[in-house]
């Protein structure tokens, strides 16, 4: 194994708010000291203004193609009887990484398909040990009005490249309190493996918390003193520490990229209600608290270490970013929306290369964000409220308003001609490339680019 094919792991967690972490205002005030990231994040880059996608379907997509959900069809979290998944004409960080001879490694949920052709192993990864869908159905086993023989059971699956998935353990209220524990298990067998044979490694692991149901395993439950969601924040701690010594006790740690990131905002229902902290909102809304997640990266001797930056970093950005560190070619017959962000990261320069994104909420866009400015077009502050129309677009100003309350309009109505940028290259975009709509068939493939001077040019990571 040499430097320039560092290994990858992606340490991705379900449902994480920003104020639930010491190193983003969180830990004792919720009532759990994250010690272990804490310090990662000491000795890291920590991002402060890392953007997901709404609902953690998109996100996943959003991260695994390198391109905005609404582009690839999943534009909402999916469930058992909903269309969606990647169409096979995709290329997701698993396919690129495989073909440029990296073992590859998915573990945990997925969520961007459950079908055949469809199936992480479908795409690109060699391993896949997870849900179909999500952790909602662990609760169905708590609830009275459920006939598993009527109405149906989830199951995790297990698959490996060229191979059919096959059903195994079905999920249920017990089982997902020690899921992690498995999936914990096979990935430090891929990793022992990986540190045996030398071989380069992309590990996209997707741990189960803090998704609902928030309940911690046996040996940590109590442990905080301040009820099960701290607790399960304490067992997230200890678990991700175990992978920074697994890393160590292999000799991988020097040349392995860690990240460490939540896929969306809080969660909103009681009892499972997470926090944005400094931010308001939560998932599914337009809000900061859906659109900022923790995210922490480190590799040692390459990214700057002991940073915090408040530039923005848009999820997409990983393919192209990671693309680049492996030496691997970003494909250039599609639109990508990532952007390569490794000469921010390295600390060669202290401006992040994006400026702003558009954002969404299903299929809807909600807004624009341009630096510390958001031009709202559809106002919803949690899951549970009502999305607005706006007359007039709100154009708030985060420096001064953190909390959203109130437009700024008219001082700031220049704000518009970036945000207006930023639609139209996008809009641009998709005169080029036809969105794929959402459940399109498998086989189907965006319309052709019109005759036009190629703008598609191969490039690493950007």
Known sequence: M???????????????????LGCYGGGILRGADTKRIDAFAEDGFQLMNYAPEAQCSPTRSAIMTGRYSIRSGNTKATAPGMPGGLVAWEKTMGDIFSEAGYKTLCMGKWHIGADEGRWPTDHGFDEWYGPPFSWDCSYWSKDPWYNAERDGVETMYQGRKGEQVEKLDVIDFDFKLSVDVEMNRRTFNFLEERAEDGEPFLIYHNYSLMHIPTQPRPEYRGRSGHGD????????????????????????????IVIFAGDNGNEEYLPDRGTAGFWEGSYFTGMEGSLRTPCIVQWPGKYA??????????????????ANAAGILVPDDREIDGIDQSVWLTGEQQESNREGFLFWNADQ???????????????QTYLTDPA???????????????????????????????????????????????????????????????????????????
């Not at 677009?393 to 700024?408: A, G, H, S, T």
Request: charged residues 25%; negative net charge; contains cysteine.
């Open 2 to 20: 040499t430097a320039d094919r560092p290994n990858v792991l992606i340490f991705h967690v379900d449902n994480l708010g920003y104020g639930e």
């Open 229 to 256: 969601f701290a607790d399960s924040l304490l067992q997230l701690d200890g678990d991700f520490g175990l992978f920074l010594d697994k890393l160590d006790e292999l000799g991988l740690r020097e040349n392995t």
């Open 305 to 322: 270490s002991g940073i915090k930056s408040n530039e923005i970093m848009h999820c997409t950005d990983w393919y192209t970013t990671l």
């Open 365 to 379: 866009l909600y807004g624009v964000k341009w630096r510390n400015f958001k031009l709202i077009t559809k106002r």
């Open 388 to 462: 607005l129309d706006l007359p007039f677009p709100w154009i708030i100003n985060l420096d001064i308003d953190p909390k959203e309350r109130e437009p700024f309009i008219y001082m700031h109505t220049w704000v518009i001609n970036h945000a207006a940028k930023l639609g139209q290259a996008f809009a641009e975009s998709v005169k080029r490339e036809e969105l794929i709509p959402v459940g399109a068939p498998l086989d189907f493939v965006p319309g052709p680019m019109p005759d036009a001077p190629d703008h598609h040019t191969a490039h690493r990571g950007g």
